[in-house]
């Protein structure tokens, strides 16, 4: 079974506007760690936001927020204002005690102007 | 914030000869340092886990023959493409966690091979 899935494969918003790209996971341990990060058309990956098992609040960065409901095991990524700059590969992923991360398929989002 | 560094950004190589990518944690001591490769339009797929002072563990289906890895410093790891193939060609990125373990892992910027 797939450990994190992302549904979208391509996600399309437009500039100004919000977008929620989704994730859900499935672990047994209760200590776990979710992030997203962005990978741009030039390859690097570029950590977006964190949000540990035990958090009681929902982790926000700037314009990135993650809607974290853990009965529902979902960790999704709002991105707020949209920009051109947004265009990209978003990944979200999993780490849980003393192993890998996980990655999910990706979603491809795009910003139109 | 911590800054991993990755070298050669591209590279371009004939089939059969070795090809190795540095990876450095630049103001950080990374005790574990993970190798990814990834193919266009994929997701990362981890290759090696790679410890300080010890030997690499490598994930099922990835030839530690043919991928070399040595981790010698707290701030160093290379991998080594031996014998590239055209179908090595392939986008590799490492990343690298401080000794707490904690928070993001931190990303170099990718290597592009080509083999032809």
């Known amino acids: 079974a797939q450990k994190i899935t992302q549904t979208q494969p391509g996600m399309f918003v437009q500039e100004k506007e919000a977008v929620t790209l989704d994730c859900t996971y499935d672990t047994s341990d209760q200590s776990y760690g979710l992030f997203w990060y962005k990978q741009p058309s030039s390859g690097e990956m570029i950590f977006l936001i964190y949000?540990?098992?035990?958090?009681?609040q929902n982790a926000t960065e700037g314009r990135y927020s993650l809607n974290f409901q853990k009965a529902r095991k979902s960790a999704n990524l709002v991105i707020s204002a949209s920009q051109l700059g947004d265009s990209a590969m978003y990944f979200c992923?999993?780490?849980?005690?003393?192993?890998?991360?996980?990655f999910g398929k990706g979603t491809l989002l795009t910003v139109n102007p | 914030g911590a800054v991993v560094s990755q070298h050669p950004s591209w590279v371009i190589c004939k089939s059969g000869t070795s090809v190795k990518i540095e990876c450095r944690s630049l103001?950080?001591?990374?005790?574990?340092m993970f190798w990814y490769r990834q193919f266009p339009k994929q997701s990362l797929m981890l290759m090696a886990t790679s410890n300080e002072g010890s030997k690499a563990t490598y994930e099922q289906g990835v030839e530690k023959d043919k991928f070399l890895i040595n981790h010698a410093s707290l701030t160093l790891s290379t991998l080594t493409v031996t014998s590239a193939h055209p179908e090595d060609s392939s986008f590799y990125i490492c990343s690298a966690v401080n000794r707490e373990y904690t928070g993001e892992l931190f990303f170099g910027e990718g290597s592009r091979l080509t083999v032809l």
């Open positions: 992923a999993m780490r849980e005690p003393y192993r890998k991360l996980t």
């Open positions: 103001d950080f001591q990374a005790t574990t």
């Open positions: 949000q540990g098992s035990y958090d009681e």
